[in-house]
C-alpha cells in the first residue's frame, strides 16, 4: 500500500503527492501589457477602458524618477501623460481657454487633466532698466496632460484652433521626463538657474547709435562697437574733440535715437 502524504500551504489548500495524484494546474501568465497609447486613440481594444493600463509597465523614464531627490512632486508623476498639441501661433490663450471650456461641458475632467502654455521668465532691457518678462517658450503649442483613449481623443483633437498633436509615425507621442521636467520645472532652484542661463534680451544692436543720458559724456551720441552682455555694458564710439574716441558705459547709461 503506498503510503499518502499531504503539504498544507498558507491558505490552507492541500496537494496530493501520490505519484497517481492528479497534476495540479496553473493558470496562464497574463499576456504583457501592450505599452503605452499606442492605438488608444484609433480604437485600441487591448486598453480600451482602461486608462490607467499606460502606468503598468515602467520604461526608462519612469525609473529615472528613482533617482531624484526633489521635495517638489515632479510634473511626470502627476497623473496621466503629457502631449504636445499644435495651435495656431499667438492663439495659445483662446486655445487653452476653449479646450477647458469643452473639458469641463462634456465631462472629462478625470481624463484630460491639464493645460499648459509654457513660459518662462527672462531679463530684458527697457528703458535702461533691467525687468523680468513672461515669454512663451513654444509659440502656437499647448502642453496637455491626459489618459489619452478615444474619447479624450475626440475632445482634445475637435477642439477649434487645435491643429494636431506632435506625433512619431502618425502616432502622438507622450513627453519624455526630462523635457517635461525642463519645460514645467520641478522646483522654484531650477527657474532661478534658468532664469541665470538665459541670456537678456537687449533692445541694443552692434553699429546703432545710441544717446548717453549720464555721466561725463551726457548728451553725446555714439555709435556701438560692443556690447558686453555679461557685465551689461556697451562699448560706444564718441566724437570727442574731432576724434572718435570709445567709451564703455553701463546700459543704464545709454538709450535709443
Given at each position: 500500500?503506498?503510503?499518502?502524504?499531504?503539504?498544507?500551504?498558507?491558505?490552507?489548500?492541500?496537494?496530493?503527492?501520490?505519484?497517481?495524484?492528479?497534476?495540479?494546474?496553473?493558470?496562464?501568465?497574463?499576456?504583457?501589457?501592450?505599452?503605452?497609447?499606442?492605438?488608444?486613440?484609433?480604437?485600441?481594444?487591448?486598453?480600451?477602458?482602461?486608462?490607467?493600463?499606460?502606468?503598468?509597465?515602467?520604461?526608462?523614464?519612469?525609473?529615472?524618477?528613482?533617482?531624484?531627490?526633489?521635495?517638489?512632486?515632479?510634473?511626470?508623476?502627476?497623473?496621466?501623460?503629457?502631449f504636445?498639441?499644435?495651435?495656431?501661433?499667438?492663439?495659445?490663450?483662446?486655445?487653452?481657454?476653449?479646450?477647458?471650456?469643452?473639458?469641463?461641458?462634456?465631462?472629462?475632467?478625470?481624463?484630460?487633466?491639464?493645460?499648459?502654455?509654457?513660459?518662462?521668465?527672462?531679463?530684458?532691457?527697457?528703458?535702461?532698466?533691467?525687468?523680468?518678462?513672461?515669454?512663451?517658450?513654444?509659440?502656437?503649442?499647448?502642453?496637455?496632460?491626459?489618459?489619452?483613449?478615444?474619447?479624450?481623443?475626440?475632445?482634445i483633437?475637435?477642439?477649434?484652433?487645435?491643429?494636431?498633436?506632435?506625433?512619431?509615425?502618425?502616432?502622438?507621442?507622450?513627453?519624455?521626463?526630462?523635457?517635461?521636467?525642463?519645460?514645467?520645472?520641478?522646483?522654484?532652484?531650477?527657474?532661478?538657474?534658468?532664469?541665470?542661463?538665459?541670456?537678456?534680451?537687449?533692445?541694443?544692436?552692434?553699429?546703432?547709435?545710441?544717446?548717453?543720458?549720464?555721466?561725463?559724456?551726457?548728451?553725446?551720441?555714439?555709435?556701438?562697437?560692443?556690447?558686453?552682455?555679461?557685465?551689461?555694458?556697451?562699448?560706444?564710439?564718441?566724437?570727442?574733440?574731432?576724434?572718435?574716441?570709445?567709451?564703455?558705459?553701463?546700459?543704464?547709461?545709454v538709450?535709443?535715437?
Amino acid at each position: 500500500m503506498t503510503d499518502e502524504t499531504t503539504i498544507e500551504t498558507e491558505d490552507e489548500a492541500t496537494i496530493d503527492t501520490d505519484d497517481e495524484a492528479t497534476p495540479v494546474e496553473t493558470a496562464a501568465p497574463a499576456p504583457s501589457d501592450p505599452g503605452g497609447l499606442t492605438n488608444q486613440w484609433t480604437g485600441g481594444e487591448a486598453l480600451a477602458g482602461r486608462p490607467e493600463a499606460a502606468a503598468v509597465v515602467l520604461g526608462e523614464d519612469d525609473l529615472l524618477a528613482d533617482d531624484d531627490d526633489n521635495e517638489v512632486l515632479s510634473p511626470y508623476d502627476r497623473p496621466g501623460r503629457w502631449f504636445v498639441l499644435h495651435t495656431q501661433s499667438g492663439y495659445e490663450k483662446k486655445v487653452k481657454q476653449n479646450l477647458e471650456a469643452r473639458i469641463a461641458s462634456m465631462s472629462m475632467e478625470e481624463r484630460i487633466y491639464e493645460v499648459v502654455i509654457p513660459t518662462r521668465e527672462v531679463p530684458e532691457f527697457k528703458n535702461g532698466k533691467k525687468v523680468m518678462t513672461e515669454k512663451k517658450l513654444f509659440p502656437g503649442y499647448l502642453l496637455c496632460r491626459t489618459h489619452l483613449d478615444d474619447d479624450a481623443w475626440h475632445v482634445i483633437r475637435n477642439t477649434p484652433g487645435v491643429t494636431g498633436f506632435v506625433n512619431q509615425g502618425g502616432t502622438p507621442s507622450p513627453m519624455r521626463r526630462r523635457d517635461v521636467e525642463d519645460f514645467l520645472g520641478v522646483e522654484a532652484g531650477r527657474k532661478e538657474e534658468a532664469s541665470k542661463k538665459a541670456k537678456p534680451m537687449l533692445e541694443f544692436d552692434l553699429g546703432e547709435t545710441v544717446r548717453v543720458k549720464s555721466g561725463p559724456f551726457a548728451d553725446f551720441s555714439g555709435e556701438i562697437i560692443e556690447i558686453n552682455e555679461d557685465q551689461l555694458k556697451v562699448k560706444v564710439l564718441v566724437n570727442i574733440f574731432g576724434r572718435e574716441t570709445p567709451v564703455e558705459l553701463e546700459f543704464a547709461q545709454v538709450a535709443r535715437l
